[in-house]
C-alpha cells in the first residue's frame, strides 16, 4: 500500500509559479512510475506528468510541455511538480498518483492522493 499527501496548490495569477509536492509513505515508493493528474470544474480528469522509477524517463501532456517539470526524490519519498508560466486553463484539483501505467491510448494508477488545488488568476 502507499498513501499520498499533496501539497502546494494556492491561487496565484497567471505568469506565476508553483510547486506541488506529494509525500509518499511506503517502502516501495522508488520502484514505481508516478505522476500527476489534474481535474478541473466540469471536465474529466486529465494526466498532466509522469516520471519513471529512476527518473531517467518522463512523459507530458502537451499542453504542459516546456512550462512544467516532474521530478523525484527517492531518499525522501518525494514527488514533485514545478509548474511555471501558468495559465487560468491550469486551474484544477491537482492529484498526485502512483504505480502508474499506460495502455489502449490513456494513463492509469493504482494509488491516488487527495488532491490539492491549483487556481490561477487571469
Known amino acids: 500500500q502507499v498513501q499520498l499527501v499533496e501539497s502546494g496548490g494556492k491561487l496565484v495569477q497567471a505568469g506565476g509559479s508553483l510547486r506541488l509536492s506529494c509525500a509518499a509513505s511506503?517502502?516501495?515508493?522508488?520502484?514505481?512510475?508516478m505522476g500527476w493528474f489534474r481535474q478541473a470544474p466540469g471536465k474529466e480528469r486529465e494526466f498532466v506528468a509522469a516520471?519513471?522509477?529512476?527518473?531517467?524517463?518522463?512523459y507530458y501532456v502537451d499542453s504542459v510541455k516546456d512550462r512544467f517539470t516532474i521530478s523525484r526524490d527517492n531518499a525522501k519519498n518525494t514527488l514533485f511538480l514545478q509548474m511555471n508560466s501558468l495559465k487560468a486553463e491550469d486551474t484544477a484539483m491537482y492529484y498526485c498518483?502512483?504505480?502508474?501505467?499506460?495502455?489502449?491510448?490513456?494513463?492509469?494508477?493504482?494509488?491516488w492522493g487527495q488532491g490539492t488545488q491549483v487556481t490561477v488568476s487571469s
Open positions: 516520471i519513471s522509477w529512476s527518473s531517467d524517463t518522463t
Open positions: 511506503g517502502r516501495t515508493f522508488s520502484s514505481y512510475a
Open positions: 498518483a502512483a504505480r502508474l501505467g499506460y495502455g489502449s491510448g490513456n494513463w492509469y494508477a493504482d494509488y
